[in-house]
């Protein structure tokens, strides 16, 4: 793992002992921030201007200059792909970036899927990307290792979003005509549902909901329930995709397995990702 500070264009090195980017960025200015990583041997990005709004950044030439620098470092870890965590701070607008080779996610947590835990916490402000979350959940974060692949934030018994994620269910059955929901087509599809309101919205989400209208899906804006009767579940992220989930707090999803329906998803996320990936330059 390396750190940077930017300075225009020139990328000054921060010394840093931590062991991860969640323990540096509790050392560094309270500020907005984004992750993601590279695919195309370090040369695209999914969603990269979407990411770079996040940050709020005071210019099209400073963001033009983080593009470049993003590159720079990407190029220097090819053909192997870079994860990369930029902030910009709050307090003088410095923006810093840090950069890690990325190990891609073992095959098996997709073909197998993964299991994971329920906190009692959400965001203090659900749009903004603060790194005063990561220190406010440095406990929670803490779980996360061996059989706990991720924590699920939770409120009055339902379910908004992973500590690192977002989260969806999908329904054996069509909801209820009082539920808010979106009819992608004619044809008869599945349920995803996925709360909009308490959560951040996710690049990866974004894809992810786009994807599942043109499968034929049904989508219901809503916090699923810890104790709802869903048939599969999945997080999504920028660096891992979408993950299958096959239990929660130690109660498994649907007959345990990867279901058809997040297969699917899967399959049209990777073609999306190949596809329609931003270049960092030019």
């Given amino acids: 793992m390396l750190a940077y500070r930017l300075n225009r264009q020139i990328l000054v090195p921060l010394p840093t002992s931590a062991a991860n980017p969640d323990e540096l960025t509790r050392q560094l200015p309270r500020g907005l921030y984004t992750t993601f990583s590279t695919n195309h041997s370090g040369t695209r990005v999914l969603g990269l201007t979407a990411h770079l709004e996040r940050l709020n950044l005071p210019s099209p030439a400073s963001r033009a200059d983080l593009r470049r620098a993003l590159s720079q470092l990407a190029e220097s870890n090819a053909p192997g792909e ?114 909009r309101t308490g959560i951040l919205l996710g690049v990866t989400r974004r894809v992810t909901l786009r994807l599942a209208r043109g499968q034929g899906m049904d989508i219901v804006y809503r916090a699923p329930r810890v104790d709802e009767d869903f048939t599969e579940a999945f997080l999504t992220s920028s660096s891992r995709g979408i993950v299958p989930i096959v239990q929660i707090d130690g109660k498994a999803v649907g007959e345990g397995g990867v ?12 073609a999306y990702v190949e596809e329609r990936s931003e270049k960092l330059v030019g």
């Fill in 82 to 195: 870079s994860r990369f965590r930029v902030i910009h701070s709050d307090s003088d607008g410095t923006v810093y970036v840090i950069v890690q080779s990325l190990s891609p996610p073992a095959r098996e947590i997709y073909e197998r899927g993964v299991k994971v835990v329920t906190a009692n916490l959400l965001r203090h402000d659900a749009r903004r990307k603060d790194t005063g979350f990561i220190a406010a959940s440095q406990s929670q974060r803490a779980q996360v290792g061996g059989d706990v692949y991720e924590v699920l934030l939770t409120k009055k018994g339902k379910i908004y979003e992973g500590m690192t994620s977002n989260f969806y269910v999908i329904l054996p059955t069509r909801p209820s005509t009082t539920e808010q929901r979106t009819r992608s087509s004619a044809q008869d599809g599945g349920i995803l549902v996925t709360a």
């Fill in 259 to 270: 279901g058809a329906w997040t297969k699917r998803l899967s399959l049209a996320y990777a």
